[in-house]
């Protein structure tokens, strides 16, 4: 009896990852009149896509009009590539329509202990984020950028401004 005792205290309260402990950050960008760069601008039937990938990033409904949105990074690379389409639709083949510009992110990565039970937290120093690398895009609907916040941690900050 006074072994399972024991047994029952010894357990610690950092076994458990409790949901809001903060081990996910996320890139925050947030869409602005190019002509009032204080005013948010949503972008209509926006969908995001990873370079490589085959599915929308899944933090956002897909082709809805957003004025902010949270892209992940890759937490074993120090770049992310994304499609950011304006006014995405398909056509009868299923081929996308829409207005797509590329959005590039160079980055830092960081581990940070949490706890036994969470383990590490992968935060970002941002290096460079640019839109359509190589400027093959004849007519970008992203107009400019600004990196607002260059670490990216687990909170509600805005990192990135992108004027429209």
């Known amino acids: 009896m006074i072994f399972t005792g024991v047994v029952i205290t010894a357990c610690e309260k950092d076994d458990i990852c409790p949901p809001d402990s903060g081990t996910t950050a996320y890139l925050k960008v947030g869409f602005f009149d190019i002509q009032d760069r204080e005013v948010p601008k949503a972008v209509p039937r926006l969908r995001i896509v990873g370079v490589g990938k085959d599915i929308t990033v899944g933090t956002f409904a897909d082709r809805s009009s957003q004025t902010e949105v949270a892209l992940p990074l890759k937490n074993y690379d120090t770049a992310s590539e994304f499609f950011l389409v304006q006014d995405s639709a398909s056509d009868s083949t299923g081929a996308e329509i ?10 830092q990565t960081n581990e940070r202990f949490i706890s036994r ?4 937290a992968v935060t970002y120093t941002l290096n460079q ?30 990192h990135v401004k992108i004027y429209h």
């Open 98 to 107: 829409g207005n797509i510009d590329r959005l590039a992110v160079n980055y």
């Open 117 to 120: 039970g969470c383990g590490y």
């Open 129 to 158: 984020v640019t839109q359509n690398p190589g400027g093959s895009d004849p007519s970008p609907w992203i107009l400019a950028l600004e990196v607002t916040e260059s670490g990216v941690e687990p909170q509600d900050t805005l």
